[in-house]
Nanobody, 127 residues
Framework: EVQLVESGGGSVQSGGSLRLSCAAS????????MGWFRQAPGAGREGVAL???????DYVDSVKGRFTISRDNAKNTLTLQMNSLKPEDAAMYYC?????????????????????WGRGTQVTVSS
């Protein structure tokens, strides 16, 4: 059974940093593209970043230069380092996995088309 468990959320002031982690189990982690998504109250789910099997990252414009996605295939762990946080970054953050293609495509991030999802971790940013 595929399991994705996020951790590391919390409350931080604007300009602060948080590091989210996602522990994966039940599948061959290295064979899957991974992504981070977020959903604020009253809003739709939004793709934040993805990382290919080979470690190549991609980000939406709103987080470029502030967020860093990384993966540790030996530890089956996905990480999102978030710096210079803004109030608009506040949301529930989800990690997701997709193994349907050898390379995840950008539209999969934009339209949340990943196969497996965690339950999320809450990030609050106060101004």
């Amino acid at each position: 059974e595929v399991q994705l468990v996020e951790s590391g959320g919390g409350s931080v002031q604007s300009g602060g940093s948080l590091r989210l982690s996602c522990a994966a189990s039940g599948y061959t982690f290295s064979n899957y593209c991974m992504g981070w998504f977020r959903q604020a109250p009253g809003a739709g789910r939004e793709g934040v970043a993805l990382i290919q099997r080979d470690g190549k990252p991609d980000y939406v414009d709103s987080v470029k230069g502030r967020f860093t996605i990384s993966r540790d295939n030996a530890k089956n762990t996905l990480t999102l380092q978030m710096n210079s946080l803004k109030p608009e970054d506040a949301a529930m953050y989800y990690c997701a996995a997709d193994g349907s293609k050898s390379i995840c495509e950008w539209w999969q991030l934009l339209h949340s088309r990943f196969e497996y999802w965690g339950r999320g971790t809450q990030v609050t940013v106060s101004s």
